[in-house]
C-alpha cells in the first residue's frame, strides 16, 4: 500500500503561484509513475502532470509552460509548481501513484484562483 499526503493548496490571485507538495509513505517498490489531476466542479477529473521513475515528463497542454513538477526520491515527494495561476486553474489538485495497474490516490487539496 502506498499513503499520499498532498499540501500547499490555498487561495491565490490570478497571476500568482503556489506550490504543491505530495508525501509518499508505505511500499514504494515498483512505483513507476507519480503525478498530479485535478478535478473542478461539474468537471471529470483530468491530468495536469505526471513524472516517471525514469524521469519522463508529461503536462496537460492547458499547464505547459506555467506549471513544473519534480520528484524529489530521497524524501518520496513530488512537487508541482505552479506559476502564472488563472481561475481556470480552480480545482481540488489530487496526488496520483501508479504501480503496474495500481493506483494511489491522495484525499485532495483545493486550490482557488481569484480574478
Known amino acids: 500500500q502506498v499513503q499520499l499526503v498532498e499540501s500547499g493548496g490555498g487561495l491565490v490571485q490570478a497571476g500568482g503561484s503556489l506550490r504543491l507538495s505530495c508525501a509518499a509513505s508505505?511500499?514504494?517498490?515498483?512505483?513507476?509513475?507519480m503525478g498530479w489531476y485535478r478535478q473542478a466542479p461539474g468537471q471529470q477529473r483530468e491530468l495536469v502532470a505526471v513524472i516517471t521513475g525514469g524521469g519522463s515528463i508529461m503536462y496537460a497542454d492547458s499547464v505547459k509552460g506555467r506549471f513544473t513538477i519534480s520528484r524529489d526520491n530521497a524524501k518520496n515527494t513530488v512537487y508541482l509548481q505552479m506559476n502564472s495561476l488563472e481561475p481556470e486553474d480552480t480545482a481540488v489538485y489530487y496526488c496520483?501513484?501508479?504501480?503496474?495497474?495500481?493506483?494511489?490516490w491522495g484525499q485532495g487539496t483545493q486550490v482557488t484562483v481569484s480574478s
Open positions: 508505505g511500499s514504494m517498490f515498483g512505483i513507476n509513475a
Open positions: 496520483y501513484a501508479k504501480r503496474l495497474i495500481t493506483e494511489y
